[in-house]
C-alpha cells in the first residue's frame, strides 16, 4: 500500500508525465503519442517539494495530486515468509510391505534412438555434360601434342 508522504494537490493536465526528479521535486514532461514526433522542450518545475529518497522505494505522484511511496517489486527476489506454518510434505502413496510376493515394477518409457537424417541425394548428372568434359580435355592434349611434333 502507498504512503503519502507530502500534500501537493497538483491538478494534472492532459499529455504531461507527472514524476518525482532527482531534487525530490514534481516535474512533468510531454509524453510521447505512438505514431507521433518525439515530444520537444525540457522538463517543468511543478512545485518544489525535496523529498529524500531511500533505496527501494519507489516515488510517484498519486491520483489525488500528492507524493506518494510504495515498497519496489522486486521480481526474482525470495518473497517473504507467511506466518502460517507449513507441514513437512508427506508422501501420498503408501509403500507396500515386501512380502513374499513380488511388487510391481513402474514401467520406464522406452527411449528412443536418435532419428538418423536422411541423406540428401546429390542431383544425378547428365551423362552429356561429362562427355563434353572428356572430349574437350582430349582434344586439348592432342592439339598440344600435335604441336610439340
Known amino acids: 500500500m ?12 492532459k499529455g504531461w508525465l ?6 525530490g521535486d514534481v516535474s512533468r ?10 515530444p520537444r522542450g525540457r522538463p517543468q518545475k511543478v512545485t518544489r ?21 510504495t515498497r519496489m517489486a522486486r521480481p526474482g527476489s525470495r ?5 502460517r506454518s507449513r507441514r513437512p510434505a508427506t508422501r501420498r ?6 512380502t ?3 511388487t510391481a515394477r513402474r514401467r ?16 544425378a548428372k547428365r551423362a552429356g555434360a561429362k562427355r563434353r568434359t572428356t572430349a574437350r580435355r582430349t582434344t586439348r592434349r592432342t592439339t598440344r601434342r600435335r604441336a610439340r611434333r
Open 2 to 13: 502507498a504512503r503519502k508522504i507530502a500534500r501537493t494537490g497538483i491538478r494534472r493536465a
Open 18 to 23: 507527472y514524476y518525482i526528479d532527482k531534487q
Open 29 to 38: 514532461a510531454r509524453m510521447a503519442r505512438a505514431g507521433g514526433r518525439a
Open 49 to 69: 517539494v525535496g523529498v529524500e529518497r531511500e533505496d527501494g522505494m519507489l516515488y510517484f505522484v498519486d491520483k489525488d495530486g500528492d507524493v506518494a511511496m
Open 79 to 83: 518473497r517473504r515468509k507467511t506466518t
Open 93 to 98: 502413496t503408501a509403500r507396500r510391505k515386501a
Open 100 to 102: 513374499g510376493r513380488k
Open 108 to 123: 520406464t518409457t522406452a527411449r528412443r534412438s536418435p532419428s538418423r537424417k536422411t541423406t540428401r541425394r546429390r542431383p
